[in-house]
């Protein structure tokens, strides 16, 4: 398993100040892991690690 976190901005955020830069620089984008619940309204942004290749350690 890959995944690092996600990045979870609500809707109603976006649409109140205008873009990502703008939600982000007030604070409302969210760090969740992988027991988040997903909200109705939510956008998510998946971080995900590359992984091992098979034979290399």
Do not use: P, S
């Not at 996600?6 to 982000?24: C, P, S």
């Not at 309204?41 to 290399?56: E, S, T, V």
């Amino acid at each position: 398993d890959n995944f690092i976190c996600a990045e979870v901005t609500r809707y109603a955020d976006l649409k109140e100040h205008g873009d990502d830069m703008a939600v982000k620089a007030a604070g409302k984008v969210t760090m969740e892991g992988r027991n988040y619940v997903t909200q109705d309204g939510d956008i998510m942004f998946f971080k995900a690690g590359q992984g091992q290749k098979k034979g290399k350690k």
